[in-house]
């Protein structure tokens, strides 16, 4: 009976794997299958270097970099800004910080990651935004500055709990041999456990960029739908996904080349992204191979 029942968790826990297999292979199937049609009739070195994205006017262009740009600036803002913070959350709870205290933060940090996207959109469109025109007058209503510092704060949580476990792991005889040479707190945390949790840091910031690069709501409702090409995080643009959103609201013929465009744009940030995540792990095994 125990051996038919190991059999049977053994049976379910390949099903997961396997459905986890199966589905990522039917997105990138459709993926693949709905962009062919639309690179048909548009050349891939159109798509990839044209500085025009109108595919919904009547002098239609087809060129992302005006998207890729918009995607690109957002999270750059909101990695530069939830970076330090987080690690130096991380490293406030693991270093200073009572048990008592980080027990009790730490819960509240990650409540962060559970508030609706959409509600962090209007809280940048309504917050934010205005607090930016005391600061930059000439900032647009719909400005990319904005929804990027409120994505950063999105995935502040993600990045300090993960970046905490991985200062958690590092061997405690570590810590105890930089105190012994005279080192302080500061100097420990920063020479000694930090280099050492290289590894875990990277893979918080990882998949930290990975989200801020699939966010929607905050981008569609904050930053603006106007693909423009410019690195002026002060002005209006649209990212990838907010474009597939505003494609996506029933307006555009099912089938038209405005349609296929949905599919081109998410499997370029697909292929986008996979390539980045590869490039890291890359960096990831260095660094590991640099400090055991």
């Known amino acids: ?111 962060l990651a559970a508030i609706p996207t959409v509600v962090y959109g209007f809280f940048a469109l309504t917050v934010v935004t205005p607090f930016l025109k005391t600061i930059f007058p000439e900032i647009s ?24 476990d991985a200062l958690h792991a590092v ?12 080192a302080t707190k500061f100097q420990t945390a920063f020479n000694v456990m930090i280099p050492a949790a290289s590894s875990g840091i990277i893979v918080s910031v990882i998949l930290a960029v990975s989200r801020a690069f699939g966010e929607t709501m905050i981008v569609a409702i904050a930053a603006g739908q106007q ?9 209006a643009m649209e990212t990838i996904t907010a474009y597939i959103v505003q494609v996506s609201l029933g307006d555009v ?12 744009t ?3 940030l697909f292929i986008f992204t996979f390539i980045l995540n590869n490039v890291s792990f890359f960096v990831i095994r260095k660094y590991r191979e640099k400090y055991e």
């Not at 025009?52 to 918009?70: A, D, S, Y």
């Not at 810590?175 to 040479?181: F, Q, R, T, V, W």
């Open 1 to 111: 009976m125990k051996r038919k029942k190991e059999k049977l968790i053994e049976f379910i826990l390949s099903a997961a794997a396997w459905l986890t297999i199966f589905t990522t292979i039917g997105i990138i199937v459709i993926l693949f299958s709905e962009s062919i049609g639309f690179f048909k009739d548009i050349s891939i070195k159109e798509f990839l270097t044209g500085t025009e994205w109108t595919p919904l006017f009547e002098e239609k262009k087809f060129g992302i970099l005006p998207l890729l740009t918009g995607t690109l600036v957002t999270s750059a803002v909101a990695i530069i800004f939830a970076l330090p913070i987080g690690i130096t959350i991380s490293i406030y709870l693991v270093e200073y910080a009572d048990r008592k205290f980080r027990n009790t933060v730490k819960p509240m940090l990650e409540i």
């Open 141 to 164: 209503t719909f400005n990319a500055l904005s929804a990027g510092l409120v994505m950063g704060i999105m995935i502040i949580p993600m990045i300090s709990s993960l970046s905490e």
């Open 171 to 182: 061997p405690q005889s570590l810590k105890e041999a930089s105190y012994g040479l005279g």
């Open 227 to 235: 693909p423009i090409l410019s690195l002026n995080p002060l002005k």
């Open 253 to 264: 013929p099912h089938g038209s080349m405005e349609y296929k465009t949905i599919f081109a």
């Open 266 to 268: 998410a499997l370029f």
